[in-house]
């Protein structure tokens, strides 16, 4: 890929239309100041002041807000929040970012799952979760497909964003994950648009007719291969081809500093294509990479981009966040094109 035709990729984003279906957290942090512990009157512990606090959009919020920073059109949220503070916060965060809330389920039924972060000398602490743990009510479930259903024919792309490990207690339940199943499959039959592209902590193996990405431990994990060490280019190849064998559709496997593997059936001479990694110097911080990766490679492939190109994308948008120390971190347009320039 050369500059111009990253500008012309790029120049494409703000035509776009996306929506993301999936588990939209409230990030929440405390910054302790520990020069301020004191003794609790009642317990005698110590008692941590918060000197600071901020919150953000977290699992499918950072997605949304890289999809933001890249400058896509219109983004629009699917998804459920609970009738709490959390869901007011994040909702606010949403808005400031203009992700359209139309399709986002307010229900007494649910609560805003949160991930409350307390920092400590710039070190995360023990986190404290807000999760729902039980199953989602088929009303909301019912709420959710009809969502989808109301958005599919005007978006340029759905993306799926698995979070909660509980099965059946989040957002993609399997009610949910069949329907899009079959949705992905009809389009398919169809040959025609949107494009659907699916990211899922747990159950990745379980998504057919789309487009998926998986690190290298989700794809070991749904070839059963996994043992803990870190395996070949050659095997993660293997694994990528046979998870594209299953879906139907193309595959992106993210490997961090090794970069990524574009897996194209269509084309048999590039089905496991690697696209190497930016380089990058210098303290990282990986937290939110993927999904920074994920956003990049879908727009991409709305503005016209091939699989190897979107993987490029990918890997750029993951090269800036990770430098973004201690913050799930975004990429512009413009910080695209400085790091393509810098590091090409």
């Known amino acids: 890929m050369n500059k111009q035709r990253l ?150 792309a759905l993306i799926i964003m698995d979070q909660v490990s509980e099965e059946n207690c989040g957002v993609l339940t399997e009610k949910v994950r069949d329907y899009l199943i079959q949705l992905g499959k009809k389009l398919g039959e169809k040959n025609s648009k949107p494009l659907i592209y699916a990211d899922s902590r747990e159950r990745i193996n379980l998504y057919r007719n789309m487009v998926i990405k998986c690190n290298e431990r989700e794809t070991l994990e749904a070839c059963g291969l996994y043992d803990g060490t870190l395996p070949t280019l050659d095997i993660l190849k293997q694994c990528g081809l046979k998870l594209a064998e299953k879906t139907g559709r193309a595959v992106f496997v993210t490997m961090g500093e090794r970069g990524q593997l574009a897996v194209d059936l269509k084309n048999e001479t590039q089905q496991a294509k690697h696209v190497p990694a930016v380089l990058v110097e210098g303290e990282i911080d990986i937290c939110g990479a993927g999904d920074a990766s994920s956003s990049a490679i879908v727009a991409s492939l709305c503005a016209g981009a091939n699989y190897e190109e979107a993987a490029t994308l990918g890997n750029l948008a993951s090269s800036i966040t990770i430098r973004k120390i201690g913050q799930t971190g975004t990429a512009s347009p413009n910080e695209i094109l400085t790091a393509f320039e810098k590091y090409s």
């Open 7 to 156: 500008k012309e990729i790029l120049s494409k984003f703000p035509t776009i239309h996306i929506a993301v279906i999936g588990d939209y957290f409230l990030d929440r942090y405390w910054k302790i100041d520990p020069k301020r512990d004191e003794p609790s009157v009642e317990t005698g512990l110590t008692a941590y002041q918060v000197a600071d606090c901020w919150c953000s959009p977290g699992a499918a919020g950072t997605v949304v807000n890289n999809l933001s920073a890249l400058g896509v059109g219109k983004i629009d949220a699917i998804g459920f929040i609970g009738k709490d503070g959390e869901g007011s916060e994040l909702t606010a965060l949403l808005d400031k970012i203009g992700v359209a809330q139309t399709h986002m389920i307010e229900t007494n039924q649910r609560v805003t799952p949160c991930y409350t972060k307390p920092l400590r000398d710039g070190i995360e602490m023990n986190r404290f979760d807000t999760k729902n743990r039980t199953a989602t009510p088929p009303s909301v479930e019912a709420e959710l497909i009809s969502a989808i259903q109301k958005v599919i024919d005007s978006v340029d």
